[in-house]
């Protein structure tokens, strides 16, 4: 798995324990994870049972619909892993939008129609939070959620 930006945080407060379980994962697995899918390990010293992993797309030049389905499978992926494990309070950040550099509205904009569409087929309950970091991403939530 790549870390890096909010996933560096989430390392470096999760502890040595989540790096190892990462660590583990990816032995298991015996590949680099590919973009798009979920992984699920323990929370560890973080104040949250479990973190969800996931790899989002790289825009090096322009976004595509490659990067665009992409974004979306990471969304879904955890989404779907989210309940298939029971877990019914998901927080996401802006993936993809900071070193990898996604778009913030375009970003955005799938990751509420990604949500949206999964939580009207969705029969758990889950309730999702966009927690976002910079000033910009919340005006862009708040104006695309009104």
Do not use: W
């Not at 919340?138 to 959620?145: G, S, T, W």
């Amino acid at each position: 798995m790549i870390v890096l930006g909010v996933g560096n945080a989430i390392h470096t407060y999760a502890g040595m324990r989540l790096r190892l379980a990462c660590a583990a994962l990816m032995e298991r697995q015996g590949h680099e994870e590919p973009t798009g899918g979920a992984k699920l390990t323990p929370g560890f010293d973080l104040p949250a049972e479990y973190v969800l992993h996931t790899v989002g797309p790289i825009v090096y030049d322009r976004v595509g619909k490659e990067e665009e389905r992409l974004l979306a499978s990471c969304y879904h992926s955890c989404l779907e892993l989210a309940a298939r494990s029971g877990i019914r309070s998901v927080a996401f950040c802006c993936i993809s939008t900071g070193e990898f550099r996604f778009p913030r509205e375009p970003a955005a904009r799938i990751a509420i129609d990604t949500v949206e569409g999964f939580l009207q087929n969705d029969t758990s309950d889950m309730e999702v939070i966009f927690n976002v970091f910079k000033d910009e991403d919340r005006d862009v939530y708040r104006r695309l959620l009104a």
